[in-house]
């Protein structure tokens, strides 16, 4: 039997920023560093040893929204240094909730970055999603935080010395 999905839904944002490919993606690709730029994620951590950005490592992110506080676990499905980073998002009992990707192009400038969020979590799970994250327009508020992280991540990158 076939669970109903979330239709289709994507949020979506792109900045350029004034570094090689390579520096975006170290860090982008590294979930407990990346997770300083963003804002509902406010902390990360590698499950099982895990350290570095393969397919299949899997971290464990931790979310919050003013009192309410939540946990996810990820696993990376997308590990191409310097073009796209990504990972899928599960809640407890394996509950689907999302998929996040960062592609990575080289630009006259540097590099553009878009990131991009599909919900997958199942129609049945959706009331439990807002009583636990206190957030009714997940696509809207998707939105508006993948703008702000991308803005947090380039005046971090630009300001940065590159390595």
């Known amino acids: 039997m ?3 999905r979330f239709p289709e839904a994507a949020a979506t944002g792109t900045v350029t920023i004034r570094v090689p490919p390579t520096e975006a993606y170290r860090i982008i690709s590294d979930p407990p560093v990346m997770i300083r730029f963003a804002e509902e994620a406010h902390r990360a951590r590698w499950l099982n040893g895990a350290g570095t950005p ?3 490592a899997r971290f464990q992110g931790y979310n919050r929204n003013g009192l309410r506080r939540w946990a996810t676990t990820c ?3 997308d590990a191409d240094p310097a073009r796209r980073f990504a990972y899928e998002v599960t809640a407890p009992l394996r509950i689907p909730i999302s998929r996040w990707q960062y592609d990575i192009e080289p630009s006259a400038e540097g590099c553009t970055v878009t990131e991009t969020n599909w919900l997958r979590v199942p129609l049945w799970f959706i009331p439990f ?3 636990i994250t206190g957030v009714f327009d997940r696509i809207g508020a998707n939105n508006s935080n993948i703008t702000t992280t991308l803005q947090r991540l380039k005046a971090h990158l630009e300001s940065a010395p590159v390595s």
């Open 75 to 77: 696993r990376i499905t």
């Open 2 to 4: 076939r669970i109903p």
């Open 129 to 131: 999603a807002i009583v």
């Open 54 to 56: 393969a397919v299949g």
